[in-house]
């Protein structure tokens, strides 16, 4: 059929009315049409551009959701690349900064600064030609990211034409987040079917962009905050556009159709910052979205220009941090943990509540000296803390509250698990199950064996792990190369097409380097960063098993305590059987010089952006191995504590630095509880 001038008028109009309709309803939250008619209209839209195609462009209203899931994303460039935030604590880090921005100018004038929320929230970046959405990209490590546009378009505050036309490219910035009341809805669901939980409202989020089917990002509903806009190339002859602030931009972003978080303010001074700062402290509690701080940027851009960016940060923005949050919670039971290496970690199980925007009700408890040291009872009332978001932790307990008849709490001499006698090594912290074919163990090496680092076998998780084990299907890592798509299929809850993609996820594992294999073998004290290096100097699994204890331990970067737990693992006859079924069933050990590691997505790096300060002996890891894991999960490690130090990585015999942390209230960490993070 040949398209009409009223036909092509028809289409135009419908787009048009649709589009305003949506703006009106999801940015202004000011609804100007009955949803019933705008179901009439959006039916007449599709009606007409399923009858003629060509009519179908990239920002009609119907566009939002595609028909097709990808199978993947592809990588994009940054046009302009995307920096982070140096962040501050306190007002004296802030004096600290402005005195420092201010040095840097030969002369200041008139200045002042825009206080934003910092939504915590995924950082992405969308692309508009001559005023349409072309693309959207997560921030992968700033300089590349995955293009998302499809999954970008389902969030209805984001236009897929700009209101005002503007020619030419612009770049706009902001967070996508999940309303809080949505993410608890999704948490509920996944208890309900049994998935694995979001940690908190930022990881939801970043999953949600990262969903290769666009129907279920729809579903989710995630919003937007836009609050940078760029330029690029400004051959704009509609409109004429100088932009000299941040505040004017967002104030455009504002009319071209974004939703700008409207609780921004222009601050003349630091004490100005620091009451807004304090106003929000409390304010910020009763939004329906997390936020994490308060984001300080220079307002004036001639002032931006000059003072540019570090390696990482813009030296004109820092973000003022809010402390992590603590609260009280009652200890219903305390369990403990048995991890791949057999170590035992107490873990004090709560009355659930809400911390930093998750509930939250599991928290360890390191160790036996740790609880000994809380004297942590069944039936007390504990402060909890999620310092850095990662592990919640029992900061400490209120005596005055415990209740009668409490009895303190022992370390299990046997195995939860296989009901072994424990050991406790007596230079050592950490209690352990050594028996080998420990169940636990066995789930432990298959979830390591599985995990990013190593073999990266998308879907076999912890839940498959275990009822692999439940139903006798297998006995070490290499069962898992002759699993069948019928064995897998029986098991609870899968269904013939997740045990096929497990199947094709296992079959493909085979493909890893020979690095990623070593690592995944889960010898002791051996991290992805230390396989790496015995994979580039010991070329083939048989040189390395025939390689001397002298000759392991003298390679650049492998300690003596690496090289012996390495020389040891080779040598007991189980482990050699085990490579050499995995060998049979098509595994190369290898190094291969095609294919290359890939270094690990920065923005998924588990340790990014914090920092960690190191002290005491470790059980096993020399200071350099510890900072070297830690660096290579996107963490930094510094000499001395302050309030920016995000862990104490605590050895044995610790000094001045354990009184510091304690007094700022710094969380600690083990080097067990280090090494399951670096695993998760
Ligand atoms: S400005 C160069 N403004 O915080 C400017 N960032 O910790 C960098 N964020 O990666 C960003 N709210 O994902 C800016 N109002 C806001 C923000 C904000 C949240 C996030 C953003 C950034 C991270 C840095």
Redesign the pocket.
Known sequence: MTVTPEINQKVTQLKAQLQQAGYAYYVLDNPIMEDGVYDQLYRQLQDLETEYPELITPDSPTQRVGDQPASKFTSVKHNIP????E?AFNLAELTKWELRWQKQLESISEFAYVC????????IALTYENGILVRGAT?GD?VTGEEITQNIKTIRTIPLRLNVPIRGKVEV???AFLPLNIFEAINQERTKSGEALFANPRNAAAGTLRQLDSKIVAQRKLNF?A??LHIVNDPNKARDIELESQLQSLELLQELGFLV?PN?KLCQSLEEVQDYFQQWDTGRKILPYM???V?V?LNEYSLQQQLG?TQK??R??I?LKYPAEETPTVVKDIIVNVGRTGAITPMAIMEPVQLAGTTVQRATLHNSDRIAELDIRVGDTVIIRKAGEIIPEVVRVLPTLRPENTVPFHMPTNCPECNATLVRPQDEAVTRCVNSSCPAILRGSIIHWASRNALDIRGLGERIAILLIKNNLITSVADLYTLTVEQIADLERMGTKSAQNLVNAIAESKNQTYGKLLYGLGIRYVGSVNAKILAENFPTIEELSQASFESIEAVYGIGEEIAQSVFEWLRVPNNQALIKQLQAAGLNFAAAIKTSDHDLDQSEQILK?KTFVITGTLPSLKRDEARELIEQAGGKVTGSISKKTDYLLLGENAGSKLAKAEKLGISQLSEAELLKLLDS
């Not at 934003?116 to 950082?123: F, N, P, Q, R, Y």
């Open positions: 995307l920096y982070s935030l962040n934003e929320l910092k939504i915590d929230g995924s950082a921030r700033g910035r902001g967070e905050f609050y940078t978080n921004r936020t994490d701080g984001v940027k960016f940060f813009p004109w923005a973000a952006d």
